[in-house]
Structure formats: C-alpha cells, structure tokens
C-alpha cells in the first residue's frame, strides 16, 4: 500500500461522512426553512347544502396577497374575496351550476397581469377562469396563474423548437429501436404485425416488474428486460408463426391472428398490473439544462444507449453474414431460399432480434415518459406504422429514418396546431405521403400495387 | 359464336398465302388490312433497356406468332401493349391505333374494352367461384354491374339470361359445360386454360391474345387447344399469341414477328423466319453449328482461337457502347 | 338453476339490446368490404363515429331527423372517398394502415380540445350526451309509457318455473336450433327451394319464441332501455339485410367476388377495378355510419366508445358468423355478445364470489371477457376461418 492511497482513502472517507450527514440534515433544515401553513378557515363542503371554489394565487414561494379573486355566480351576480397572506382564496356557494372565477386587475401587484387559462375550454370572457357543473357537496380548485405583463408567453420561438427537436429527437429513436423489428417481420414474412406495440409495452411492464416491485438495479433489470423480451420473439415464432407458416395460413388471416394477439395482451396487462399508469422507476430524474434545452439523464441515457444499439444493429445488417442473409431474405425470400439461406432460422432471428428491442424499447419509453400503462401500445403502434411505411415497409434503414421523422413530426407538431392533434399530424403526414410517394422514402417501387 | 358462324375468307389457307406473300419480310412492315398498330414503344428498368420496338403492325383476320430466346422481351412487350405496364415512352411517342382508331386510354381495362382480351401465362381463373360464374364476369357492358341498377331486378335480369346462354354455347364448345358449377380452383390445369380461352371470347373481341398458351399442357391437350385456336381464325378472329414452341409456331402460325434483347430483328413467313440468320443467331448463338462433342476441338489452339474472338467481340461491343 | 337463469337473462338483455343490432348493421357494411371484395378496412369504426357525430351534431342544430340521418350518411360517404382515392390503387396492406390511422385521426379529433369551435360541437371526451338528440326520435314512438315482457307468458306460468319446465324447453329448443342448420346446410331431409324456405322460417319462429319463453325480457316500451329502440332497430338490421341481398346476388356482387379473387383478371376483362372498390367502400361505409347512429341513439356520442375495440368486436362477430354470406353478420353478432356477456357473467358467478371461487374482483371479469375475445379471434382465424355459416372453399384467404 502506498502512501498516496492511504491518504486518499482519508480524503474519502471525511467526504462520504459530510455527504451523509449533509443528506440527512438538509430534510430538516427544509421543513425548518417552510412556511408555517397558515390556518386561514378553508371552507368544507356539506353534502346537498354547499359547495368550495378555492385556491391560491401565485406559488408556495411567492404567494400573492390581497389581490380581489371576483366568482360570478349562475344568476349573475358576484362576490368578492381578498386574498390571504399565504395566497389563498376560497368561496363558499349553495347553489349547483356554472360559475366564474377572475380577479380585478387594479390588486394584482405592478406590472403582473392574470394569465388566461391555456385549455380553450376553460377560458372565460376576460380571461377568468370556467368552473362548470359546479354540484353541492364537492370542492373545486381555481387555479389563477399571474405573470409579468412584460412576459412574453411565446418564449422564444427557436428555443421552444430546439427543445422540441431534442424531445422529437428522443421519441423517434425510441420509435427506431421498435420499428426496425417491424419493418425486417414485414421484410421477411410479409405480416403486418399488429401486437408489436404490446411487446413494447411487455419491456415497460417486465421493467416495472423488475426494477419497482422486485427491486431489482436498474441496469441488470433492464438487461433482463431484453432477454426476456426476446424470448418472448422465440417463443412466439417457435410455437406459433412458424407451425403457421407450415400450415400455409395466408397473409391476411396472420394479420387478423396479430390483431387478436394484440387485444389478448392489451387486457393481460391491465388484468396483472391494473389501469393505472406505472412506473419503472419510482425517483424523480435529475434534469440537466444545455442552454435553452432541458433535458433529464435518463433521456440522455436512453438516446445514447438507443444510437448505440441501433449501430449495432446497423452493423450486423451490412458486414456480419446472417445479416446479410436477413436483407436477402427480406428482400426475396424465394429467392434467398433457392440460393441456400435457411429462411427459417433467419425468421426465428428476426423474431428473437426484433422483440428484444422492441422490450428495451419499451423499457426506455416507460423511463423516458415517466411511466407505462396497458393501453400505451395504443399510441405507439399507429406511430410505428406510420415510420415504418414513411421510411419503406420492408427496409431496416428505411424505419430508422421514418421513425425519426415522425418523432421530430410529432413533437414539432405543438409549435403550430394545439396539442392534441400531434399524433393526428403524425398520421396525416403518412397519408399524405402514400399519395406521391407509395413506396416510402427508400423503399422499391415494385413492392408497391 | 356458334358453330354455324360464317366463316371468314381467311378460313382457306390458300387465300391466307396470297394475302401474306404480299407483305415485306423486314421488321415493323405494313400490312394490307393491320388491325392493331402500336409506335415507339419503349421500356426501361433502372439503365437497362427492356424492350425498344419502334413499329409494329398486326394483320387482321391471321394468326400471328410472337417468338424469341429467353430475355428477348416478348412479354414485357406484351403486357405494355395490353395494358398491364406502362412504356416509359408513355407520354413521349408511344401510340396505339387499334381498329382503325387512336386508342387515348390504355390502361389494362381500356384496352380489354375497346375489343382486345388477353390471357395469362399462369392461368388466372377464379379459383373460388364457379365456372359458370367465371363466364358470366366474361361479359362486358352489364347493365347489372352498376351499382345504381344493381337493387332493380328487373333492369338486369333478361340481360343476365342472355349472358347465361352465351355462355353455355362457349362451355359446350371447349367442353366444359358439366362443369359448370365446379368452383374453378378445382379444374385441372388445362381446363383453366381452356376456361380462361372461353371466358376471354364472352365480350365478342376482336382481337385475341395469348399469353404462352402452350406452357405447361400435356400433348393432347395442346393439339386440342390449337384446335381452338385455328376456329377461332376461321371465324375470323385475329389472333396474336406469344410461345417458345417452335413446332406449334411453324404448325398454325401465318405470320411470324421475332423479338431479341428487345426490338424486333425479323418478320415473315414461318419458313422465311426460321432460316433467316439473323434469328439463328439470336437463337443460338454464333457458334451454332459447331459439334461441341468434338474432342479436337479442345486443343490448345482452338482455345487461343476462341479467346481471341472472345476479346475481339468485347472490344467491338465497348466501341458501340461509347458511341 | 337460478343462477344460470341469471346468466341467461343477461344474455337475452344483451341479445336483444338496440346496440348488438346497431354493430350487427356495421358489421353487415364490414362484410361488404372484407367478405365479398377483400378490402382490409381496419377503421369500420371511424365510419360509425362520423355517422353519429353527423347525426347528433345536426340534431342539436335542429334539422329535422331525416336530414340529420343524411347529414350522418355524407359524412361517411366523404370519409370513404378521402381513404379510397390515394389507398385503393395500393397493395392491401396500405388500406389496412391508412384506416386504422384515419379512424385515430377521427378520434382524437373528436376529443380534442384545442380549437374552441371544435370543441363545442363535439363536447369532446365527454362527448354530447344523449339527451340532446334523442327527442325526436323518441317522441315518434308509438307505444306510450308502461312496461312490456316478452313474453308475458313464460316458464315462470308454468308449474311455477319448475327447473324441469326449463331443461325440457331448453332440450327442445337445441334440437330445433341443430335440426335449422342441417336443413339450411342441406345435410337433413330432402326439401329444396320454397318449401324448405317455409321449413326454415317456421323453425326460426318457433325457436325465437322457444327462447323468449325461456328467458323472458321485461323492459319499458318507450325510454332509453326500452321497446322502441329495439324493435326500430332491428326491423332496420332486416331492412339492410334485403338491400344487402339485392346487391350481392346481383352481377354487381359478382364483380366484387371477382376484385377479391384477382384484380389483374377482372381488368383483363374490362372491369373498371378502381371503381368497384370505391363502389364497395362507399356501401359498406354507409352500413358503417348507419350502425354508428343507431348505436349512439340510447347512450352518447363519446370517441372512445367507438373506438378501436369496436373494429375488434365487428371483425370477430364477422368471421364468426361467416364472412361472405348474408346471415353471417347478424348471427355473428348475436353469438359474440351473448357469449362476451355469458363470459363476464359466469366469472362473475363462478370465479368471482365466495360462494364458488373467489379467483377475480368484478372488474377484471370484464377485463378477463376481452382476454378471451382476442384469444378467441385467434383461434377462430386460424381453425375455422368460414365460422358457422360460410363455406370452406370460398374462405380460404389469401393475399
């Protein structure tokens, strides 16, 4: 042992210990340094005799106090009620209907004005606030926000579109890991593979499984996820596509047989794990900033872990020789079979391959968006529908680039129309698209009509 | 068309001489009476040139046989003229003028209707509905086919009985009447082809064409076919049909049009074509009358002697590529 | 016994509920596009959706009932011709894809909230609730208040209900179901054309009314869950079937057989295929919306409700029934949401209480239904893609 070393370890050891302590004192400095929650009579709803319209004006650590919170009632008339020193306002009202909740704008603090609800349904004249189908007995939360009235609300235009890029980035390497598989099943076996999704949403699920409830290291777990997934792909080819391919099942009665596959799996998972959205892991992430994007680890993590996959996979395609016997197969498999390739033992690859990264996939999806639920293959499958035809039904590379651009469609999307239309547009831009150009952006016009 | 149909005045092989001696044997030549004419007609793949026929005219009322090595483009040409592809010269110079008028649409649909039915390699009967209905899809203008008049019998149904009939003479002709409520998928393979024969002659066309009619039938059947075949001639149907066999060809053909690496190196006669070199070598290839079971060949010097035009022939060919 | 006569009053009130006949009309327009021309149309419930929408929306806009049913109808003939013109030139596949995904698109739509005007017609995910456009249908009824059982006299007049009173009925009633099919599959007795016609339409009556004998259904004659709604639309389910008829055995159904065989053949033979298809689209997307606004008439117009599942339910009542033939739709139907209704049922009884095995909580009965729905879906594609009514030969799919 060298002295160097020796030292070091004291260095060590002095740091773990300040670490420690500091970890376990700083709850308590935090809970010291709160505010006492003032004891401001909030009203409690009695069931058929009154109802509670309440809230808070600014934050917990910027309440705003004696600004005029104004509720117009059904009949048309008003009350008023100033705002406590922690912020807080509530109205109690005896009759059912649908009221309005605004502010007079002469109390609200210099130079702040009230922020008009976000969602068009909830906007009133003025920008107050809709609370509607108020019923006796119930409490309702008025949630006014203030801000500057020099507050530009469009924050920069361009830094919104870099954090979407990044975000659209995000989503459609996550939808490439999926979507290869797809597009190499097509490839090689012409199904259309409707369960492909829910295999997804199995890697979310295993990794719930794992890493929450059997509190297994996220790493191991996830590595767990892959086999098990993959498995699932040899599994599936060995004791069902494959005895059907022998039997000489056509096209079509495959793809009925996915999509019942798919519905059989769908209500699996909400039979085990319930309908409520579960998560893998179950601490917040830390977020980073690079200039305007922000950006949590594990979204850093999984992109990297997905690009390097998918290089992988990439690679194994154009140099090692079963994968370029699974492009000769997905190219022609008669063809492929007439120069000796065993197609069978290609497919069973492709399966096994191909549900192991649709299972990690998955499982990064479920950290990435904080959370997997048995209907998430619902949004997902139209989503790897649309990049693998965009891109080429039938080309590996071709999915990697569909998805990425209906990743960047579907996160850019916001920037222009509201919200809930993002995987609308996803899916408009491939109908679009089938119009001029059927074969996708690299696939073959032959394999057309 | 019934048996007692007149027959027309090419029925007497005779007649049909006189009238093709007239014709020049040289590519793309006119004929007296042409009922179909197709111009610049031209198909690529990627850099390679498919097919590249600049003029072709097919007499009416004759059988004309379409022949060539494999790789010659017969039935790329074939479907671009029937329809089922589309010349890249599409827009650029391809015309078609069929009975004496200028065919604007040419889709496979357009060109069925307008009076020229074809058929398939591999047969394409309807394997899972019945030979009866099979026949009745054969007929065109259907009244009943439009959806509007679909729900009102009685807009239809004397239509549908004469169809009905007709097609009863056909099967009683190519024999396949008992059949007639046997699903198509369950016929031998000759039957089909006899089936599609029928089923093309519901719409009363003018012009025939068939595609390899030959491939894959037995013997008998095959002499039966040509049976068909020249009848129909003698009724007076053009007909046009794409084959490899040679005796079948020198057997019914009148005419004959030979196809290599895409355009059309010879027309004429049955015997004129087969002895003009140009088709031998198309065929064969330049060394066709060498005994390749002579061992002397395989000396060193004949080797060298092979090489050597070898290399002359590839030399000769990258010229004619860079001009 | 009382038991399983709870079980079989569920399955009667579900068999004969307004909205097993309003999917058996969508399922009937779902034939017309898979079954007779081979159209992989994965959206059927996209159709429905716009239907209702069209309907309800128009209603609460005050145009009169007729109007509003052609106002539904155009709306799903514009959908078709919007999915068909860039679709129906492409391999099937392509159809399967761009329906699934327009019938997302229809659905997030119709919850979407983000253009105000939107929102107020469609109400989105609450959807707009009955209430709002039922009036004028329901004021056209012609039965008045009160309660009606059919039948009033059933095996409860019968010596007391005695369980013997209900094995023999239910014995009866199997043979004559088993006798029904023989006959209709040619395979009992020698009756050909009217005669065994009359056989089978006397069969059928006197098996319906065997089965309301056995498992009566008590309901209000007018109101929400009541006779009107029922009788309107399953006299409508009979209404489509002889429009059905007349189109398919006619030359026009012909010539939808032939695309489904083989395209190129039919256009070697003059036939405008892209026409056909479109023709096709159109028609069964007509029986789609139809199906929608009956559908939504006793309940709401709410985008999930009509959602994916629906196209689910429609294909496995399809090929159970037997795609391609007349009856196929209507039967599959009633033998899909009887049995789903029997399976949420006898779990519930059986694997879900104390008093046999207590192995699931009432909610994932429900969910335990689906699991065998898809199971069963696979099952029938794979072992008997004809189902009960088709024939063999014709349903051999192939791509």
């Known amino acids: ?449 | 068309m019934s048996e007692t149909a007149a027959r027309g005045a090419l029925a007497d092989p005779a007649e049909r001489k006189k009238l093709m001696s007239g014709v020049g044997a040289e590519p793309g030549s006119s004929k007296p009476d042409s009922i179909l004419q197709v111009n610049t007609i031209v198909r690529q793949f990627g850099g390679m040139t498919a097919v590249d026929v600049h003029h072709l005219e097919v007499q009416r009322g004759i059988i004309t046989a379409l022949i060539g090595p494999n790789g010659a483009g017969k039935t790329t040409f074939f479907n671009l003229i029937t329809g089922f592809d589309r010349p890249t010269s599409a827009g650029s110079g391809a015309a078609w003028s069929f009975d004496g008028r200028k065919l604007d649409k040419t889709s496979a649909s357009s060109v069925a209707k307008s009076g020229m039915v074809r058929t398939f390699q591999l047969t394409k009967a309807l394997n899972r509905m019945t030979v009866m209905e099979n026949m009745m899809l054969g007929a065109q203008n259907q009244a009943g086919e439009s959806l509007a008049k679909s729900i009102f019998r009685p807009t239809w149904t004397s239509q549908e009985k004469q169809i009905e009939a007709k097609a009863e003479e056909l099967l009683d002709r190519f024999k396949l009447l008992e059949k007639r409520s046997d699903y198509a998928g369950s016929l031998s393979g000759g039957q089909r082809k006899l089936l599609e024969m029928a089923r093309a002659l519901m719409s009363d066309p003018k012009m025939i064409m068939l595609d390899e009619p030959m491939a894959g039938v037995n013997p008998a059947l095959t002499q039966s076919l040509l049976g068909h075949i020249q009848s129909l001639r003698d009724e007076g149907m053009t007909v046009l049909f794409v084959e490899h066999d040679m005796h079948v060809v020198r057997h019914i053909s009148d005419w004959v049009v030979v196809m290599a690496e895409g355009r059309i190196v010879a027309e004429g006669s049955a015997d004129t074509v087969m002895s003009n070199p140009a088709v031998i070598d198309a065929y064969l290839g330049a060394h066709h009358d060498t005994d390749l079971g002579d061992d002397a060949l395989l000396s060193d010097a004949t080797l060298e002697q092979l090489e050597k035009e070898v290399a002359e022939e590839e030399a000769e060919r990258e010229e004619e590529d860079k001009a | 016994m009382d038991d399983i006569q709870q079980i079989i009053n569920a399955m009667m009130r579900e068999v004969v509920s307004p909205q097993t006949a309003a999917v058996a009309i969508a399922v009937i327009g779902l034939n017309i596009h898979f079954g007779y021309t081979g159209l992989l149309n994965i959206g059927q419930s996209a159709f429905m959706l716009l239907g209702a929408y069209g309907f309800a929306i128009a209603i609460t806009k005050d145009v009169p009932m007729f109007f509003a049913i052609i106002i539904g109808l155009l709306m799903a003939f514009v959908f078709a011709l919007v999915l068909g013109v860039p679709t129906l030139k492409l391999r099937g596949d392509y159809l399967a894809i761009v329906t699934i995904s327009a019938a997302e698109i229809v659905r997030y739509v119709g919850r979407s909230v983000g253009y105000e005007g939107l929102f107020n017609l469609t109400g989105g995910a609450q959807g707009i609730p009955g209430s709002r456009y039922r009036g004028p249908f329901t004021s056209l009824s012609p039965f008045g208040d009160g309660n009606t059982t059919i039948l009033e006299f059933n095996y409860t007049d019968v010596a007391d209900g005695a369980t013997w009173v209900r094995l023999v009925g239910w014995i009866v009633v199997i043979a004559l179901i088993v006798a029904a099919v023989k006959i209709g599959r040619g395979t009992l007795g020698s009756l050909t054309g009217g005669a065994r016609a009359g056989a089978l339409a006397g069969l059928i009556a006197v098996i319906t009314l065997g089965i309301f004998f056995l498992a009566p259904v008590p309901q209000q004659n007018t109101g929400v869950e009541g006779w009107w709604f029922t009788v309107v639309t399953w006299l409508l389910v009979g209404v489509c079937l002889i429009v059905v008829t007349l189109l398919i055995r006619s030359p026009w159904g012909r010539a939808l057989r032939g695309v489904r065989e083989d395209e190129d053949a039919m256009r070697s033979l003059g036939k405008n295929v892209f026409a056909i298809k479109m023709q096709a689209l159109v028609i069964g997307g007509l029986f789609g919306a139809l199906g929608g606004m009956m559908y939504v008439l006793p309940a709401t117009v709410q985008p999930d409700s009509l959602g994916r599942s629906i196209t689910f339910f429609c294909y496995t009542a399809l090929l159970l029934g037997g795609a391609a033939t007349i009856w196929g739709p209507v039967l599959g139907s009633l033998i899909f949401f009887g049995g789903r209704v029997f399976i949420i049922a006898a779990s519930n009884t059986y694997l879900s209480s104390d008093k046999y095995i207590n192995l699931m909580s009432g909610q994932k009965t429900s969910q335990f239904a689906f699991i065998v729905v898809g199971v069963a879906l696979m099952l029938l594609v794979i072992f008997r893609p004809q189902g009960i009514l088709g024939d063999k030969r014709e349903l051999r799919f192939n791509v």
């Not at chain 1, 890697?203 to 297994?216: D, Q, S, T």
């Not at chain 1, 390097?308 to 994968?323: F, Q």
């Open chain 1, 1 to 449: 042992m060298s002295r160097t070393s020796v030292v070091d370890r004291g260095v060590v050891t002095r740091s773990v210990a300040l670490v420690v302590l500091f970890l376990l004192v700083a709850p308590l400095l935090l809970l010291l340094s709160s505010r006492a929650a003032h004891a401001l009579t909030l009203c409690a709803p009695k069931a058929d005799e009154t109802a509670c319209i309440a809230g808070t004006m600014g934050s917990r650590e910027n309440p705003i106090a004696d600004v005029d919170v104004i509720l117009t009632k059904p009949d048309g008339s008003t009350e008023t009620v100033t705002t406590e020193d922690d912020g807080k306002f509530s109205f109690e009202v005896t009759e059912p209907g649908n009221y309005l909740v605004g502010v007079d704008p002469d109390t609200l603090p210099k130079g702040s004005e009230l922020r008009p609800p976000a969602e068009a349904a909830l906007r009133g004249p003025d920008g107050a606030l809709k609370v509607d189908n108020v019923q006796l007995g119930r409490s309702y939360a008025a949630t006014l926000t203030v801000r500057d009235a020099s507050f530009d609300d469009s924050t920069s235009k361009w830094d919104e579109f870099l954090q979407s890029s990044v975000n659209g980035l995000r989503l459609g390497l996550l939808l490439a890991l999926a979507s290869v598989g797809l597009s190499l099943i097509y490839g090689t076996t012409g199904i259309s593979n409707f369960a492909h999704a829910e295999q997804v949403t199995l890697g979310g699920m295993v990794g719930y499984g794992l890493v929450n409830v059997a509190g297994i290291n996220l790493y191991l777990g996830g590595l767990m996820v892959v086999i098990i997934c993959g498995f699932s792909g040899w599994l599936q080819d060995r004791i069902l596509w494959q005895p059907l391919r022998r039997r000489g099942l056509g096209l079509t009665q495959l793809m009925i047989v996915t999509i019942g596959l798919s519905l059989a799996l769908q209500y699996t998972f909400q039979y085990v794990v319930g309908a409520r959205t579960v998560r893998v892991v179950v601490e917040n992430p830390t977020v980073r900033d690079f200039g305007s994007v922000r950006i949590t680890n594990q979204s850093l993590a999984a992109m990297g872990i997905a690009i390097v996959v998918l290089a992988a996979v990439g690679y194994a395609l154009l140099r090692t020789r079963i994968g370029r016997a699974t492009r000769a197969v997905s190219d022609n498999p008669a063809l492929a079979q007439a120069s000796g390739i065993d197609t069978d033992k290609v497919i069973r690859l492709v399966w096994t391959v191909s549900m192991a990264l649709a299972g990690l996939s998955g499982i990064l999806y479920a950290l990435v968006t904080n959370g997997i639920k048995w209907d998430t293959g619902l949004q997902i499958l139209l989503l790897l529908f649309a990049a693998v035809t965009l891109g080429g039904l039938g080309t590996a590379f071709g999915a990697l680039v569909g998805s990425l651009v209906i990743g960047l469609v579907v996160e850019l999307s916001p920037l222009w129309i509201p919200g809930d239309f993002k995987y609308a547009a996803a899916l408009l831009i491939l109908i679009l698209l089938l119009l001029v150009r059927p074969q996708g952006l690299l696939g073959r016009a032959q394999r057309v009509g």
